[in-house]
């Protein structure tokens, strides 16, 4: 299964973590350093695949955001390159040509749409359309505009 | 505590109830994006707009003073409020600050109604909660109202969270709670009715495989079973029928039958890979159908490979070959069918010179573990050339690191010098992330097969010369310790240390390798003037005063020994001790050798120098120490066996890694050099004794011609047990040390061992052995010796003790000749040939004619005769390369004078070899055993 995700941009800025088993904050913020800088000083047009520790690493960029995914040692790195690519396509469709800018003001739905897709460190529903139908469903559930809008900002 | 399924199985069982119980919308409703927190979009742009760091932190600081205020206020906050605070925390935090509130408020919006302000407060839980804290009970309240209020989204966004933060505890407190839902849930009355209610998880996910309707469902369904099944592979063994069935269905599906499941012209290849990796805890099906099922969806997969690709986008490539990666693993798993391994082979050999680098990197990979199976390592080890080709092609370390794991995995005794070749020239340029792996990797190589140990010598001592700062201590206690063990290499690696010892600029640890070295085997490079005692003394001391602490302290050890080894360079060393530098240096280590070697050398006598500097005794040969590290290094799993025994069938190789500590030295070191191997499975040991451990009627005598000219080193060594022997001779009798080494870390019961002596001597163990031998530990035995009339037969040593439960039994021939009763004879010319004319009746004279089995070397025949226990005559020979030696076999009836003389022939690489002694039977066993030596 998948260990942990973490989304960062090139100036080693994190966006997201995702963190599939539990795992002591101490570690964690090692973690998140040793992949930046492992991953943001690989050259252009080099694998996207690293060893680390007894960890498989899968990274991909896409425009400024590196995408870097943590596997275990059983599992297939040229599918898990399709997993980031399929949670970009997610993201794509959910805000419509996606970027850096839409993951940071709207974190919390990043995260909504990879608990879609994702779940436990293993793939929860490969097929695009259901994801997006899921994704569109809980939308519906939120209240609307005029009724925050109402309400103070701070 | 512990009766519930595991984290991992409770999180893939909501995985499956997650796809079960969510039930999609028809109609497509009108997206609305994002709730609006304009609050939360305000400080985020507010944060952006910082324009330094301390700007940042100031935002931060007023924006958690004013949440906080807004939490402990008086006013009851509304639910939106709550809300937009808890998630501007979690922003906060998210740029890396700790927050140390709010989590009270996070866990309230847990029971609000409203669907946001839930989600937020489960969101805020599972990225920032941890699975200790106090509040857990609350979190597991609210997540217990969820899922059993019957409202389908209520019930999804708590088994996330508790996937989410996927804890021990919290997989315990829903340990019951949700197999109860998932077999109760509508996705079973949709399936299939259930009668096996005992065994629910696992009826469920195997009628979910076998009759599951849509793909999603039936891929968490997978990843369960083969979670379950590496538990208990047996609850599950219908699985693998099922699972070929479902993967045979999607391997000859047209695409269009699979709909939203394929992903850029590819069928499912989440579910294929998952079906692959469930087949992968299994053998290979006994079933011929079925396994003639799965044979032909492999080759079917194998045969895709070579179709044109129906996109030219990477997402189709990476799909299509992911499943075929998995198929070579289950091929590989298998290791049963030679010709799809020869395929699987085939393949990976394409993906070799493939233009996309992650396929090369990919094949490399996968090759590693082809290797290791008996059916292909022929056919990798073909692809040798392309390998080393990548190695200094690739311009990816990654890639490169991974073409050096398969060399290591491909290397046998068949390639392994041009591996290692290829692999100390890489390291002159490899990046300095990988180098110490590299070195460690040659080193075990080297070790492994090295059958020329002269090969292994230069090769440890090039690694030094490229990459000295990453050879560590194990790599170069290592070499030392074989050195010590085989006394066929000693000569020379005492000349080629010399030799590299006298580059201007050599590495430390050259240095020490050198200082060691020497000071044990010095003198058998000392007949030569260029390394002459003085020569090699000066050669080393001038290194002193560049080298740290440690390493001088090891020269100083080598000093103290030199003065043991050559008498006539006692004044010089003894001067250098005495010098104010030496004596009164600031370092207490130092100091004190410098002190108590000078006293040593002033007050012992020659005798006591010599016992005291005895050349040390054999190492115990355990696993050896670098692969140990090397295996730290990679973890276990990454290290490809290379063991010679290769994987059989479904090969589950074990390596025992259990690190002992080092037994008690067998005698004190002076050099302080504890090379603490560990103990343990021996993948290496082997270099020592190739066999392993015979049947109880055969006498192990494979050890016995090395103790001819040499008292010490290890008799014996298999898996469990190492028998190190030391002794000494005085006239008749002699003493004989034994020391048995348990490898294992577990105990020997009532281990016993016993000698049968042939007539002629008389054998005396001094006291029994105690019955139990602890994991790791060493004991010792005492054997008295005399010897009553010349022999031929040698004692046995019979060794029995229970390890786990069997009765093993050893026995071993005991390296007792009659050579060890010699006393050295001196005598000049003239006596020599008279007593020689004297003893030149036919019968007193043996003669023996043989090729040289060893490189001819002066100085290593000098100190063989002199191990074989004659005195070593000079000058007596009219021609100068003959050898001629004298001495006299102490037996109680009677004593035996010997003559002996060695003529080399260097051009036809033979020797002639002649006894005369008194006694006929004499002459011809001293013939015997030393015709063995050359």
Redesign the interface.
Same mark, same amino acid.
């Given at each position: 299964?998948m260990r942990f995700l973490l989304l960062f941009s090139r100036q080693g800025r994190?966006r997201?973590?995702k963190w599939?088993?539990?795992t002591?904050?101490r570690e964690k913020k090692k973690i998140i350093r040793d992949m930046t800088t492992m991953v943001l000083a690989r050259?252009p047009?080099?694998?996207?695949?690293?060893?680390w520790?007894?960890l498989k690493i899968v990274y991909k960029r896409y425009a400024s955001l590196y995408f870097c995914l943590a596997l275990e +040692?059983?599992d297939? %790195?040229?599918?898990a390159?399709?997993i980031l690519?399929?949670y970009v396509e997610l993201l794509d469709k959910?805000?419509g040509n996606v970027c850096e800018l839409d993951i940071?003001?709207?974190?919390?739905?990043a995260?909504?749409i990879l608990?879609e897709f994702l779940?436990?460190?293993?793939?929860?529903?490969?097929?695009?359309?259901?994801v997006n139908?899921?994704i569109?469903?809980? +939308?519906?559930?939120? %209240?609307?505009?005029e009724e925050?809008?109402s309400?103070?900002?701070? | 505590m512990g009766r519930g399924p595991s984290?991992?199985t409770q999180?893939?069982l909501?995985?499956l109830l997650?796809?079960a119980a969510?039930a999609?919308?028809d109609k497509?409703?009108a997206?609305?994006?994002?709730?609006?927190?304009?609050?939360l979009?305000?400080f985020?742009s507010d944060i952006?707009n910082c324009k330094s760091k301390e700007a940042e932190i100031k935002r931060i600081n007023k924006e958690l003073a004013?949440i906080r205020s807004k939490f402990k206020g008086d006013k009851a906050l509304?639910g939106?409020?709550k809300k937009k605070y808890v998630?501007k925390l979690?922003?906060i935090f998210?740029l890396?600050h700790d927050i140390d509130f709010g989590h009270m408020e996070a866990v309230n919006l847990l029971s609000s109604n409203?669907?946001?302000e839930k989600?937020?407060g489960y969101?805020f839980i599972s990225?920032l909660v941890?699975?200790n804290s106090d509040l857990i009970r609350l979190i597991n309240n609210g997540i217990k109202n969820d899922l059993t209020s019957r409202n389908p989204?209520f019930m999804n966004l708590a088994l996330?969270c508790i996937?989410?933060?996927?804890?021990r505890e919290m997989a315990e407190a829903f340990a019951a709670e949700i197999p109860r839902i998932l077999v109760a849930g509508s996705v079973i009355q949709l399936l299939a009715p259930l009668s096996a209610a005992d065994q629910p998880i696992r009826a469920v996910v195997l009628v979910v495989l076998h009759h599951g309707q849509r793909?999603?469902v039936v891929?968490?369904a997978t990843?369960l079973i083969t979670t379950l099944a590496q538990k208990s592979p047996d609850d599950f063994k219908t699985s693998v029928s099922l699972a070929v069935a479902r993967l045979s269905r999607i391997v000859t599906s047209a695409s269009i039958d699979l709909q939203?499941?394929t992903?850029y012209f590819v069928a499912?290849?989440?579910?294929s890979?998952k079906l692959l990796?469930l087949l992968?805890c299994y053998p290979p099906p006994e079933d011929a159908a079925l396994r003639g099922r799965l044979t032909e969806c492999l080759e079917t997969i194998l045969n895709k490979a070579q179709e044109p690709p129906k996109s030219k986008k990477v997402?189709h490539s990476?799909?299509k070959?992911?499943v075929l990666?998995?198929a070579i693993s289950l091929i590989i798993h298998h290791d049963s069918e030679p010709t799809l391994l020869v395929r699987a082979c085939n393949q990976l050999g394409q993906f070799l010179q493939h233009r996309e680098?992650?396929l090369?990197?990919?094949a490399l990979e996968s090759m590693c573990t082809l290797a290791s199976s008996e059916f292909s390592h022929e056919a990798v080890k073909t692809h040798i050339e392309t390998v080393i080709n990548a190695l200094k092609t690739e311009?990816?370390v990654?890639?490169r690191?991974r073409a050096v794991d398969l060399l290591y995995a491909m290397c046998d005794r068949s390639n392994a010098k041009q591996i290692v070749a290829e692999m100390l020239s890489y390291l002159e340029t490899a990046d300095y992330s990988i180098r110490e792996e590299i070195v460690l990797k040659v080193a075990i190589l080297a070790e492994k097969y090295a059958v020329d140990y002269t090969w292994y010598v230069d090769t440890i001592l090039n690694l030094i010369r490229i990459a000295g700062d990453y050879v560590s201590d194990e790599v170069w206690y290592r070499v030392i310790q074989i050195v010590i063990n085989r006394d066929d290499v000693q000569g020379y690696a005492a000349k080629t240390v010399f030799e590299a010892l006298q580059a201007p600029a050599c590495h430390e640890n050259l240095v020490k390798v050198g200082g060691y070295i020497l000071g044990e085997f010095g003198n058998l490079i000392a007949g030569d003037s260029r390394s002459s005692p003085l020569v090699q003394f000066n050669l080393l001391h001038s290194k002193f005063h560049l080298c740290s602490v440690p390493t001088r302290a090891l020269l100083l050890s080598a000093y103290i020994k030199f003065i043991n080894l050559f008498p006539e360079v006692k004044a010089t060393i003894q001067e250098v001790l005495r010098s104010d530098s030496q004596l009164r240096n600031a370092d207490v280590e130092l100091q004190q050798r410098a002190v108590e070697y000078l006293r040593l050398s002033c007050i012992a006598s020659t005798d006591i120098l010599a016992t005291v500097l005895e050349e040390m005794p054999p190492f115990p040969e355990r696993e050896s120490s670098i692969l140990a590290k090397l295996k730290r290094k990679k973890?276990p799993?990454?290290l490809p066996d290379i063991d010679d025994t290769r994987r059989s069938v479904n090969g589950n190789t074990e390596h025992n890694n259990n690190n002992t500590e080092t037994t008690a030295k067998v005698s004190s070191d002076l050099l302080a050099l504890s090379p603490a191997p560990s103990a343990g499975a021996s993948l290496l040991v082997d270099v020592f004794s190739e066999s392993s451990a015979p049947a109880a009627a055969d006498v192990y005598e494979d050890n016995f011609a090395r103790f001819v000219c040499k008292n010490n080193g290890v008799l014996y060594e298999n898996q469990l047990l190492q028998i190190g022997l030391k002794s000494e001779y005085r006239q008749n009798l002699g003493r004989m040390y034994v020391f048995y080494g348990n490898k294992t870390s577990t105990q020997f019961l009532s281990f016993t061992a016993s000698v049968g002596s042939p007539d002629p001597l008389n054998t005396h163990i001094l006291h029994p052995v105690d019955p139990t031998v602890d994991g790791g530990a060493q004991v010792q035995q005492i054997l008295n010796i005399e010897c009553l009339s010349d022999f031929t037969e040698a004692p046995v040593l019979n060794i029995q003790f229970r390890y786990g439960g069997t009765l093993q039994s050893i026995a071993v021939k005991l390296p007792i000749m009659l050579n060890k009763f010699f006393q050295p004879t001196e005598m000049m010319s003239q006596d020599f040939f008279q007593r020689w004319k004297q003893l030149g009746a036919p019968q007193q004279e043996v003669q023996k004619i043989f090729k040289a089995k060893h490189p001819m070397d002066t100085e290593v025949t000098k100190a063989k005769i002199i191990g074989f226990g004659a005195a070593l005559l000079d000058g007596v020979d009219p021609n100068p390369a003959n050898f001629v030696g004298a001495g006299v076999i102490h037996t109680k009836s009677t004593q035996v004078g010997c003559l002996l003389r060695l003529e080399p022939n260097t051009q036809a690489q033979m020797y002639r070899l002649t006894l005369r002694t008194s006694r006929d039977s004499v002459s011809q066993r001293l013939c015997d055993l030393l015709s063995e030596q050359f």
């Open positions: 299964g994190l997201l973590q599939f088993t539990p002591p904050e050259k047009r080099s694998c996207n695949f690293l060893h520790r007894d +040692d059983q297939n %790195e040229l599918l390159l399709e690519h399929r959910y805000f940071i003001f709207n974190f919390e739905k995260y909504f608990d779940m436990g460190g293993e793939i929860q529903e490969t097929s695009k359309q259901i139908r899921s569109e469903a809980s +939308d519906m559930l939120q %209240e609307t505009m925050y809008m309400k103070p900002a701070f | 984290p991992l999180r893939l909501l995985l997650r796809r969510s999609a919308p497509m409703p997206v609305s994006k994002g709730d609006g927190m304009r609050g979009a305000v985020i952006r004013n509304d939106y409020s998630c979690l922003f998210l890396g409203k669907y946001t989600q937020i969101l990225v941890n699975s989204t996330h996937a989410n933060v996927g804890s793909e999603g891929t968490a990843s939203d499941y992903y499912a290849p989440w579910l890979v990796r992968q997402q990476n799909a070959n992911a990666f998995e680098t992650n090369r990197y990919l311009r990816d990654s890639v690191q973890g799993g990454n």
